[in-house]
């Protein structure tokens, strides 16, 4: 079966830029979207298809695609962005598939 | 533009609950409709789709043949049957929109449900 494959943690400063990866066969061939969610908060959908961001996104966040991997960028990290990010994609079945989450710390 | 899930409870293993989606703002019909889960501490989890004329159903294949999904278009509600409950259906269940790009774009605020004896 398809899985999606996230870090469990990525670290950063304020203020530099943050990468989270979310890794597939062949991921490139499906869109991707990636979800903020904060504690006790439902998720936030911060990135479409592969590089979109939803109206009321910073700029900061930026998404990418390429080869097997997608990226999460967010660049000049803030402390409000501390948060589990997930990514999502679909495969053929058709079935909807979650990576496991990153825990962003800003420190 | 919103959705509000509500049905979460305490329930026995092997029993049933019956999950609503109470959906405001915008054009219910036109839009595939899902719900996803969340066990505690855990990642999410999809657990269902529904197409915008509830015609096409999707499962994740842990819940196949024990949850049903279906919605009313004149009442903007989407519903999730889940029958034969296990303690592993433990979680959070949100309502979400499919936005038609592959993604979700509103979430509900979730309603828990808990199977233990």
């Known amino acids: 079966s398809y899985e999606l494959t996230q870090p469990p943690s990525v670290s950063v400063s304020p203020g530099q830029t943050a990468s989270i990866t979310c890794s597939g066969h062949?991921?490139?061939?499906?869109?991707v979207c990636w979800y903020q969610q904060k504690p006790g908060q439902s998720p936030v959908l911060v990135i479409y298809?592969?590089?979109k961001r939803p109206s009321g996104i910073p700029e900061r966040f930026s998404g990418s695609n390429s080869g097997n991997t997608a990226t999460l960028t967010i660049g000049g990290t803030q402390a409000m962005d501390e948060a589990d990010y997930y990514c999502?994609?679909?495969?053929?079945?058709?079935?909807?598939?979650f990576g496991g989450g990153t825990k962003l710390i800003v420190l | 533009v919103q959705v509000v899930e509500s049905g979460g409870g305490l329930v026995q293993p092997g029993g049933s609950l019956r999950l609503s989606c109470a959906a405001s703002?915008?054009?219910?019909?036109?839009?595939?409709m899902s719900w996803v889960r969340q066990a505690p501490g855990k990642g999410l989890e999809w657990v269902s789709t529904?197409?915008?004329?509830?015609?096409?159903?999707y499962y994740v294949d842990s819940v196949k043949g024990r949850f049903t999904v279906s919605r009313d278009n004149s009442k903007n509600t989407l519903f999730l049957q889940m029958n034969s409950l296990r303690t592993e259906d433990t979680a959070v269940y949100y309502c979400?929109?499919?936005?038609?790009?592959?993604?979700?774009?509103?979430w509900g605020q979730g309603t828990l449900v808990t199977v233990s004896s």
């Open positions: 999502q994609a679909w495969d053929s079945s058709p079935m909807c598939l």
């Open positions: 529904l197409s915008g004329s509830g015609s096409v159903p």
């Open positions: 062949r991921l490139r061939d499906k869109y």
């Open positions: 703002g915008f054009t219910f019909s036109t839009y595939a």
């Open positions: 298809q592969n590089t």
């Open positions: 979400a929109r499919d936005s038609g790009g592959y993604s979700f774009d509103i």
